[in-house]
């Protein structure tokens, strides 16, 4: 049984930073492509950053280029966001997703909240 499990948000000042992870369970995350969505409130769910499944190419949305790093660890079966430089507008939940095989799958999701 496929399961992502996401942790490590919460509320955090503008500039700080936060590392959200990826628990995956019931396949390798190298053989999904991996990814972070958000969706913040009244808006649509948007793609943060994707790392490819084997080569692991990413790619980043123009809005976190610099401040976002997408990461994951193959020994624990783990993907990461660490974001730093983090504004309001960064405020949302955060999703977890992996797709491959014909199949997508989500986190429950975390929310991240950027507030003075």
């Known amino acids: 049984q496929v399961q992502l499990v996401e942790s490590g948000g919460g509320l955090v000042q503008p500039g700080g930073s936060l590392r959200l992870s990826c628990a995956a369970s019931?396949?390798?995350?190298?053989?999904?492509?991996m990814s972070w969505y958000r969706q913040a409130p009244g808006k649509e769910r948007e793609l943060v950053a994707t790392?490819?499944?084997?080569?692991?190419?990413?790619s980043y949305a123009d809005s976190v280029k610099g401040r976002f790093t997408i990461s994951r660890d193959l020994a624990k079966n783990t993907m990461y966001l660490q974001m730093n430089i983090l504004k309001p507008e960064d405020t949302a939940v955060y999703y977890c997703?992996?797709?491959?095989?014909?199949?997508?799958?989500w986190g429950q999701g975390t929310q991240v909240t950027v507030s003075s």
């Open positions: 997703n992996a797709r491959g095989y014909g199949q997508w799958y």
């Open positions: 019931g396949f390798t995350v190298s053989s999904y492509a």
């Open positions: 790392i490819t499944s084997v080569a692991g190419f990413i």
